[in-house]
């Protein structure tokens, strides 16, 4: 399932609410006895009570024994913990001319994002996130984490307006292949010794799926992975010059183990 939302969630939710009705009750004591019968639950409505503008305090109204009850509720929501593919990065590599021995580029110059299919294109709040970033605050250190993986789709050629137009020359188009060597960041929580994955062979076809981030513990917080340092990327031998990309699909996948305990066992992905 592809979610263009930033922020991929896997979460658990109890919610609890007390709710108290609403209700106004008035009697108007005048001294006098009723004009009507007695009968139980009759409420005299020949002179009614009026309430002042404040109904958050006890309203002064006509007759001694006036009252009025107003009633808001309380609610809460009690959260069991979550999984979230928090961001996914662009990567733009160092110009190469296809011609022979110059094929391979070994720079990742930025994480700007060139296609609208782009999860965090155009995002106000992270538009160039350099780090496939993970958060699992699920309760308890529990065997059974998750893993991320990628799949590179077919390159293109793409326009300022960030269109992508398939290449008709299917050996070209497969010819793409990006290899990937990710560094966890400092800051990565280290519950569970999340992995990873080094030397990861990407090929342009759209259907080769690849771990590049693994951790074995569920509740193993805040997990980042930096592609930027040793990931290359080899064109085509003699393609014609101009812009191509090809969008990575991520896929955070809880394993069966967390997914038992938490009920959150479905995949959830996101481009770059």
Known sequence: MLFNNKKTYISLFAGLALF??????????????????TTAGYVDNSNPAKGTADMGTVSKVQGKNDNIQA?????????????????????????VSG????????TVKD????LR???????KENPNPTDLYVQDARP???????????????????????????????????GFNLNLNGNLSKDSTNVGNPTAAQNVNLPSDNKTTQTVLSNSKQGSLNSKVNFNAGSTLTVPQGIAQGNYAAPITWTLVPSTASAGANGGGSDKTQNS
């Open 20 to 37: 108290s009705s609403v209700g106004v009750n008035a009697f108007a004591d005048t001294g006098a006895a009723p004009t009507k019968g």
């Open 71 to 95: 009633s808001s509720d309380a609610h809460i929501s009690i959260v069991n913990g979550y999984l979230v593919l928090e961001t996914v990065p662009s990567l733009g590599f160092q110009d």
């Open 99 to 106: 011609k022979s021995g110059d094929t391979q580029s070994n």
């Open 111 to 114: 994480n700007n994002t060139v």
């Open 117 to 123: 299919s782009d999860t965090f294109y155009n995002s």
């Open 140 to 174: 308890d250190a529990k065997d059974g984490g998750y893993s991320v993986n990628a799949t590179l789709g077919n390159f293109g050629t793409y326009n300022g307006g960030g269109t992508l137009t398939p290449l008709s020359d299917t050996g070209q188009a497969s």
